[in-house]
């Protein structure tokens, strides 16, 4: 096939590793392929073990190569926000041309001079986002490319992060036998790609529910201006069904994706199914709105602390109000749920693409959807950045890198009584209460 306007994204997540390609043909953008599989190697969004996770790539790219009958080669890839700084930057140069007319280079050699500022050894620089340029003394300039001056300057924001997780990703995409085109940082990807003009105007939070952690942004102005990561996500949710029911974590799994709801009140009593209970010779029937009451708790408890964040950056009000995405965003009934705590203005973002229509996919599809339409003078700041490291690549394997907040899955919870859930009267009710009493017990820790 004709690999014009080809990208290929991919999101290295806790729970899965997803491959999208695309193709922006003028300005429709296609999806052509699309593969996942398995995470290995990685814990709360970080890679911990290079060779298990460059395996799991190339499982999800072979399976993309496949759907779309196409060789991939050069890759984009998304950097989670963790333990991220945002940096206002700024470059002055002058312009090297004899002719003064403003060239490319001369817009690479301000971008260097803007990240020139020394960095801790352990940060390295993710994204670089030009605010303006300044020819001459005239501001508020998007491309001075062809211009003509003798001085050019730049004002811009660097999203800068940990080093290891950086080097670390990068390594993983060589073993993977892949070509890294460049990073690209998740909330803002998202941010550009999810959001529609009025939203990334106005003010939007986006809640990225993802496995591994769960991710907020507040995109403003056109701008990331913040970002909190809750090491709560997913798989808490599914610790928290594996510990109450006394279940093994996959079945937990299987629980919560083919009967688990966000929301309890939309959740029904009557419907009960079977639980394989470790130690037991026989199952447990467990019905749909308990299932729910074990969720929605730790839910609650990723919500608050939302909240609490934003309160104190006065976030809450914002005109986009809430999108929420990402693969813990499937369960049923999510939007509602978050709408007692948040307020109404919460909508779910789902990709309407064909192959794609889960929000799990929506980091890959945004990550392709980004890097697609970066203009020549965004590709020549991005080549400055992935250039800034490369001969000095250190990998830390087995290496975990902590975040913050990171407590064990038994410590985070917090207690509330709507619940608290019904008593049973029937031969399984001193289980259902040892279990109630584990579910007490989690938020008492």
Excluded: C
């Amino acid at each position: 096939m004709n690999d014009s306007g080809v990208t290929v994204g991919i999101d290295i997540g806790t729970t899965s590793i997803k491959v999208v390609i695309s193709q922006l043909i003028g300005n429709q953008f296609n999806i052509i392929g699309a593969g996942i599989a398995q995470s290995r190697g990685l814990r709360r969004g970080i890679i911990v073990d290079i060779d298990a996770t460059a395996n799991a790539i190339r499982e999800a790219v072979d399976q993309a190569q496949e759907k779309a009958n196409y060789q991939i080669k050069d890759v984009v890839v998304g950097i989670a926000a963790n333990q991220l700084e945002i940096i206002k930057v700024d470059g002055l140069v002058s312009v090297a041309n004899q002719n003064k007319r403003i060239t490319y280079q001369d817009v690479q050699a301000v971008a260097e001079q803007a990240l020139s500022r020394s960095m801790p050894a352990d940060r390295d620089v993710i994204d670089l986002v030009p605010d303006e340029f300044i020819v001459d003394g005239f501001d508020a300039i998007k491309d001075p490319h062809e211009m003509i001056g003798v001085r050019l300057e730049m004002r811009g924001t660097a999203y800068v992060g940990p080093s290891k997780i950086i080097d670390n990703t990068r390594m993983a995409i060589q073993k993977a036998g892949l070509v890294l085109k460049e990073f690209v940082l998740a909330p803002l990807a998202m941010g550009n790609s999810i959001l529609d003009d009025g939203e990334q105007d106005f003010g939007t939070v986006l809640i990225d529910l993802g496995g591994g952690q769960t991710t907020v942004s507040v995109i403003h102005d056109r701008k990331l201006k913040f970002t909190y990561v809750d090491p709560e996500g997913g798989d808490y949710v599914t610790h928290d069904i594996s510990t109450v029911l006394g279940t093994s974590y996959g079945n937990a799994e299987k629980l919560k994706r083919n009967y688990g709801f966000a929301d309890p009140s939309q959740a029904s009593a009557d419907n009960e199914f079977p639980v394989a209970i470790v130690g037991e010779p026989n199952p447990k029937l467990v019905d749909e709105k308990y299932l729910a009451e074990i969720i929605a708790a730790r839910l609650e408890q990723i919500y608050s602390n939302i909240y609490q964040h934003l309160s104190q950056i006065n976030a809450l009000q914002l005109p986009g109000g809430f999108v929420l995405t990402g693969g813990n965003a499937a369960l049923p009934r999510m939007a509602d749920f978050a709408k007692k705590i948040l307020g109404e203005n919460v909508r779910l973002f789902v990709p309407d693409q064909i192959g794609l229509r889960h929000p799990s996919y929506a980091r890959a599809m945004a990550y392709a959807l980004y890097a697609s339409r970066e203009n020549m003078t965004q590709l020549v700041i991005k080549q400055v950045i992935m250039s800034r490291r490369e001969p000095e690549i250190t990998a830390y394997p087995n290496q975990v890198i902590e975040t913050n907040n990171n407590e064990p899955a038994d410590t985070r919870l917090i207690v509330n009584d709507q619940y608290a859930g019904d008593s049973r009267e029937s031969t399984n009710q001193s289980w259902f209460a040892k279990a109630r009493q584990k579910l007490s017990n989690l938020f008492e820790d």
